[in-house]
């Protein structure tokens, strides 16, 4: 169980990580989902005890991250496969870990078979690997010790479409065997398919958290129109919240006849209006990667900053 607790994190006068509050339990996939500069690694680097808080907490059962007595039997964690020292082989780098951890030697070779690193690959030197081979490396380095729980900042980073399957079976059965896991991303699609609760954070503030169930289902309608202003205004004179929800459409909570009752009187024309369906989180999550994207200039696309 991770617990996220009314955590910020300030930068001098700018807020990265904003009174954001969240639990991921055992047994299910956490998808921690925001565009570049959200946030995320910043809240990953607070729980396992990289980065202090300003105020807030983040703990792990129950724990802080730097009390826990030999934290790689108890909590996996892959930030920045890249991190990794680039002049040893795969083989050595798991050794280090198995002797640290005080493991049987088996379990080496173990997670070399789990990841598919071949013998000739887990004797190369790490420099000499792809991003793909560096974080097939660091899931094996994050699940070596057994731990109940899984920190991974976009593990699929670098990996191809065969290599982002694998790894999603391998979190499915981490989590059906009771596993918590926690991975990031930037991608919808990404953790759509893997996650069964979501936060979405971005801006440093969560703007949406529940079962992917939950998020999916949003109720409401899509209407797009000339004059998002005053239709805003009708709708909210009319008892109905709405929300921008990118490219000009708004999110309105009522059913679609009951919107177009709405800019009907108000004079609106309308372009577009129909259920949002699934299209609820799909919407909030374009809205915050078109105009609220911080960062954009300095996280290259896909990179784990
Ligand atoms: N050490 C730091 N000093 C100043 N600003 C930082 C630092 N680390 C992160 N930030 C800023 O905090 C924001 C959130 O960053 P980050 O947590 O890396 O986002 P994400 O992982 O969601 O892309 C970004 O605007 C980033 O530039
Ligand atoms: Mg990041």
Avoid: C
């Avoid at 050595?92 to 493991?103: D, H, P, S, V």
């Avoid at 960062?295 to 896909?302: Q, R, V, Y």
Wanted: net charge negative; aromatic share 4%.
């Amino acid at each position: 169980m991770i617990t996220v607790e009314t955590l910020t994190k300030s930068y001098g006068g700018f807020v990265a990580v904003d009174d954001i509050t969240f639990t991921a339990r055992p047994g299910r996939v956490t998808g921690f989902l925001g565009p570049n500069g959200a946030g995320k690694s910043t809240t990953l680097r607070i729980l396992v005890g990289l980065t202090p808080a300003t105020s807030g907490s983040a703990t792990i059962s129950g724990r802080d991250f730097v009390t826990i007595p030999n934290p790689g039997r108890q909590v996996g964690v892959l930030l920045d496969a890249s991190a990794q020292h680039a002049g040893r082989t795969g083989r050595e780098i798991l050794t280090i870990a198995q002797r640290f951890m005080g493991l049987p030697k088996g379990r080496v070779e173990e997670m070399l078979d789990l990841v598919s690193l071949t013998p000739e690959e887990a004797g190369r030197r790490v420099r000499n690997y792809s991003l793909g081979m560096r974080q097939r490396l660091g899931i094996a380095t994050a699940l070596i010790g057994e731990p109940e729980v899984l920190v991974l900042d976009e593990p699929a980073n670098g990996l191809d479409p065969a290599g982002i399957r694998w790894m999603r079976g391998l979190l499915r059965d981490y989590a059906d065997q009771g596993g918590t896991v926690l991975l990031s991303s930037h991608l919808l699609h990404e953790i759509e398919v893997i996650a069964d609760d979501l936060v979405v954070i971005g801006n440093g503030r969560i703007v949406a958290q529940g079962s992917k169930r939950e998020l999916l289902q949003t109720a409401g309608s899509l209407v797009r129109t000339g004059d998002q202003a005053t239709l805003t205004r009708a709708l909210t004179e009319s008892g109905v919240t709405s929300a921008p929800a990118g490219t000009g459409a708004l999110l309105a909570q009522a059913e679609a006849e009951h919107v177009g009752k709405i800019a009907f009187a108000a004079g609106v024309p309308v372009i577009e209006l129909r259920p949002a369906d699934g299209a609820g989180l799909e919407e909030i999550f374009l809205h915050l990667t078109s105009d609220t994207q911080r960062d954009s200039s300095t996280t290259p696309e896909g990179a784990a900053a």
